[in-house]
């Protein structure tokens, strides 16, 4: 066996370290960390922006990457590699032409109500189209709008970026480009672009999600 010769005083560990303490949590997670939660398993002294950048360099043109998800960090296989790895994930319903355009609006519209979303479409969302997004966890409740009836609004999630490649939700397509790939309707209004999303100023956060139903929308 391996003699541990590894130091856990938080003092005494040295720069390269440090770096191997970060990728190994990076490693071990299945979910982007971001640099607070790196940070707290090293020296306050510690420059994690440096560690980043190392742990970056030494990737390049490896079988895996360091990825940034919004402002977390992950490993994932290499762009030019993944077309031959499958991706291990949870078993997801394919999604009705319905769900895609609620989850686009959601993504372009973000902090965004049902009701803003159907008017957005022109029709009525189903309660379970909602669901559906939740559940796959490519959507969350954010809060509540600050307006009469204080209505749940909905955004999307670190898994959605994740799941889509994209480093920060202002990476997205125009909408005239997921037109044309068939996933949105022709008839959607041509205004739903990034920088549309609303601000979070009149949004109340809510501390206690799993307590909310969501189909009745309390």
């Known amino acids: 066996m391996k003699e541990n010769n590894f130091d856990n005083s938080k003092a005494s560990i040295s ?11 990076l490693f071990a997670s299945s979910d982007p960390l971001d640099k607070k939660t790196l940070s707290e398993k090293l020296p306050e002294n510690s420059n994690i922006d440096e560690i ?3 742990l970056e360099d030494i990737y390049q043109n490896r079988g895996l990457e360091l990825k940034k998800v919004g402002n977390k960090f992950m490993f994932k296989t290499a762009e030019d590699l993944s077309f031959i790895m499958q ?36 029709v009525n969302v189903s ?3 909602i669901d559906t997004l939740l559940q796959m966890n490519w959507i969350k409740i954010k809060g509540r709008r600050k307006v009469l009836g204080n ?3 909905y955004g999307t999630t670190d898994e959605f970026l994740v799941h889509f490649d994209l480093e920060n939700i202002k990476d997205l397509p125009e909408m005239k480009e ?5 996933l ?6 041509p ?12 949004i109340e956060e809510i501390d206690a999600i799993n307590s909310i139903e969501v189909d009745g929308e309390i």
Not at 15 to 25: H, S
Not at 89 to 114: F, G
């Open 52 to 54: 980043i950048n190392r």
């Open 191 to 202: 205004d739903l672009y990034p920088e549309n999303i609303i601000n979070d100023n009149d």
């Open 127 to 129: 309660p379970g189209t």
């Open 15 to 25: 720069q390269n370290d440090q770096l191997r303490i970060v990728e190994a949590l």
């Open 184 to 189: 949105l309707d022709n008839n959607l209004p």
């Open 151 to 153: 209505p749940i609004v």
């Open 87 to 122: 991706r291990e994930a949870k078993a997801q319903k394919k999604l009705s032409k319905a769900a895609i355009e609620t989850l686009s609006i959601i993504a372009y519209h973000q902090p965004v109500t049902r009701a803003e979303i159907e008017d957005i479409r022109g």
């Open 178 to 182: 997921l037109k044309s790939m068939g």
